[in-house]
């Protein structure tokens, strides 16, 4: 719910934030038209996207007033990293610090304006009622690091409120089972000011609430505070359930649980 003294703020907020957008997205098609008849265009694509996500992912952290602490080494170029899911803002909270090629749920390609934005950024999409999907998707995961990107997937399939992980689904880790390759991993956690209200409702988007009215919420937010964790080292092993365990194991060594409505902050305004 935005308090009605913060309107204000969630009107210049979004159209900052859409005008913002509108503005990368152009830019992006235009730097692709180079590339339409070069023989290496997937690999210049693919460097053309990073750069400018980044770009786009600063500059809208700086509308929303997200502040992002990070502990740890992010992971090498071409990687296959996996995180825990707390809400969309994930995505360019992520982007901005290391730009990834993100794994989706199949129906976000159709949503107005996000869908063709996430497809303009290289997103992969998985049908999840679809097992067969799964092949497709991981050759398509292989595809984008042998271009240098490096994948990001949320094994826990879903966005949760950030008191645990939910348990991780294996499918995606098998080929990193197989080929017994690295799989990196980080924990994203948020915070809001002291007189805010309780990050666990206002920034992970979870339950029931519709994502407009979520939206709104978030933009009326004085500040956000999101700290990222890379893990110290990467994990393997031959088995994708025992991997997937592993990973969720070492994951909630590290991470920090989302406040609650009764848990104070740090932070100061």
Known sequence: MVPPGRWPVVVARALAALSWTTAMATILLVAFLPTIFSSRSAVLRAT??????????RGLMRILGVRISTAGRPPPAGALVVSNHLSYLDIPVL?????MVFVARADLRRWPFWGPLATLGGTIYVDRA???DVLRVRR???EAMSRGDSVI?????TTSGGDTMLPF????????AEANTPVYWLTLSYRTPPDGPAARDQVCWWGDTGFLPHLLGLFAL???ECRMRFGDSPLRGA???VLAADLRRAMLGDFEPVAGPDAPSDSGE
Request: a positive charge; aromatic letters at 4%; proline letters at 8%.
């Open 140 to 142: 398509e995961m292989g």
């Open 153 to 157: 997937v949320f094994p826990e399939s």
């Open 48 to 57: 053309a996207r990073r750069r400018l996500k980044s770009v786009w992912a």
């Open 222 to 224: 004085r500040r956000v």
């Open 239 to 241: 088995d994708r359930k």
């Open 130 to 132: 679809t097992r067969r």
């Open 95 to 99: 982007d901005s610090v290391v730009p």
């Open 169 to 176: 689904k294996p499918a995606l880790l098998a080929d990193a």
